[in-house]
């Protein structure tokens, strides 16, 4: 199956802080790539969806100028959490899929915590 | 209605048992279908597409009732491994956005 790694893993900052989270397609081109934040005992929220070169587009509710999505080249996406406050902290998952493959596929995820 | 459903579980269960877990979907026009399981603070995994005809992949089968809009997952001679949450997953059509499931939780013991 097709592989996505996430960097960092986990991180832990002080709140004001910003927070870059990296999404990459080891062995395939994301196309399109999805970012996801997942609370403790609940289902994965989609955050926004980003195409290679396009400006991301942003779920209901999501503020776009808190949660910058930068997908540049065909392996790359990242994410960014401006200003984080603790109610950010939370698991963020991306996930990517690109042509031939028949769904997303996920990367391991990066815990955030604000403190 | 939730675009998708699922029973939340837990489901508790015996090595070794048959166990099947239901999803129902409101979007009449959903094309794909899939069953993810998601460990305990990890990401979500791939576990096998739906098929309309039905498909198996070892000890786990899923069906797909279009007319009903009802997708199943089955379990059987469960392992301690199959301990996890199993997300059930809808796709409109190709390139769209997946829709989850809140997922139904397995519990193996032994």
């Known amino acids: 199956g097709a592989v996505v790694s996430q960097h960092p893993s986990w991180v832990i900052c002080k709140s004001g802080t910003s927070v870059k989270i990296e999404c990459r397609s080891l062995?395939?081109?994301?196309?399109?790539m999805f970012w996801y934040r997942q609370f403790p005992k609940q289902s994965l929220m989609l955050m926004a969806t980003?195409?290679?070169?396009?400006?991301?587009?942003?779920e209901q509710g999501v503020e776009k100028d808190k949660f910058l999505i930068n997908h540049a080249s065909l392996t790359l996406s990242t994410l960014t959490v401006t200003s984080a406050h603790p109610e950010d902290s939370s698991f963020y998952i991306c996930?990517?899929?690109?042509?031939?493959?028949?769904?997303?596929?996920f990367g391991p995820g990066t815990r955030l915590t604000v403190l | 209605r939730k675009e998708v459903e699922q029973d939340p579980g837990p489901f508790n269960v015996p090595e070794g048992a048959t166990v099947a877990f239901n999803c129902t979907y409101s979007?009449?026009?959903?094309?794909?279908f899939f069953w993810y399981r998601q460990d305990c603070r990890k990401e979500p995994k791939l576990l096998m597409s739906v098929y309309s005809s039905g498909n198996e992949d070892g000890r786990f089968t899923a069906q797909l009732n279009r007319a009903s809009q009802y997708i199943s997952l089955l379990i059987r001679d469960s392992k301690l491994s199959d301990s996890a949450t199993y997300l059930c997953v809808v796709r409109p059509r190709s390139g769209d956005k997946l829709t989850f499931g809140t997922g139904t939780r397995l519990a193996v013991r032994p």
């Open positions: 062995d395939f081109q994301a196309t399109t």
């Open positions: 996930s990517a899929s690109g042509q031939g493959l028949d769904t997303q596929y």
């Open positions: 979007n009449s026009a959903s094309q794909s």
């Open positions: 980003s195409n290679e070169g396009s400006k991301a587009t942003y």
